[in-house]
Structure formats: structure tokens, C-alpha cells
């Protein structure tokens, strides 16, 4: 079993920051890619951030390029995702998700990652 745990979500007023963590646990496996991606009600999964295991490329979404950023602590199997001046629109499900493959060709797909964490509510208000 592979399991990926987020935390750190909750509700913030518009500008504000928050810092969520995806922690990996379970079968060794080799996370080359690791994913950011969120899901407002009714609307698909979007693609926020990719980071490869090594931290040498990182990508990011036009629509939080500026905003956020990924990292990651490779000892704690752990993958984080900085949010600064959020924005209403920010609001969704954020989900974590790993890969042991390196396709940046489809690392800004859903269908790129084979593992995902149960997600965390962001919520930014007005």
C-alpha cells in the first residue's frame, strides 16, 4: 500500500497564507514526480504545482505562478505547498499526488499519477 496524507488546509480571509504538507507512508517506492492539484465543486481537477523528487525542475499553473511554491524534505518523505496572497477563487479540495515515473509530459494530467491523498479544504472568503 501507498498512502499520501495532506494537511494543513482550513479557511482564510482573501491575501492570507496557509502551508499544506503531503506526507508519504506505506511500500518503498521511487516518488520521481510529485503533483498539486485541486477540485472546486463541479468543476474537474486542475493542475497547481509538479516538483521532481531530486527538486531539480518545478512547475507551476499560470493561474498561481508567483503565488505558490512546492518543496520538499526527501527525508521526511514529505511535499509542501506554499500559498501566499489567496484568492477567493483559490477556494477547492487540494489533492497530493506521486508518481514513480518521470513523463513530464503528462505531469500536469490527473491521469499522470497513479497515488493521491484523500485531499484537504482550502477555503479563502471575501
Known amino acids: 500500500q501507498v498512502q499520501l496524507v495532506e494537511s494543513g488546509g482550513g479557511l482564510v480571509q482573501a491575501g492570507g497564507s496557509l502551508r499544506l504538507s503531503c506526507a508519504a507512508s506505506?511500500?518503498?517506492?521511487?516518488?520521481?514526480?510529485m503533483g498539486w492539484f485541486r477540485q472546486a465543486p463541479g468543476k474537474e481537477r486542475e493542475f497547481v504545482a509538479w516538483?521532481?523528487?531530486?527538486?531539480?525542475?518545478?512547475y507551476y499553473a499560470d493561474s498561481v505562478k508567483g503565488r505558490f511554491t512546492i518543496s520538499r524534505d526527501n527525508a521526511k518523505n514529505t511535499v509542501y505547498l506554499q500559498m501566499n496572497s489567496l484568492k477567493p477563487e483559490d477556494t477547492a479540495v487540494y489533492y497530493c499526488?506521486?508518481?514513480?515515473?518521470?513523463?513530464?509530459?503528462?505531469?500536469?494530467?490527473?491521469?499522470?499519477?497513479?497515488?493521491w491523498g484523500q485531499g484537504t479544504q482550502v477555503t479563502v472568503s471575501s
Open positions: 499526488a506521486a508518481d514513480d515515473e518521470l513523463d513530464l509530459y503528462r505531469s500536469q494530467s490527473p491521469d499522470g499519477y497513479d497515488y
Open positions: 506505506g511500500r518503498s517506492f521511487n516518488r520521481h514526480l
Open positions: 516538483i521532481t523528487w531530486s527538486g531539480s525542475s518545478i
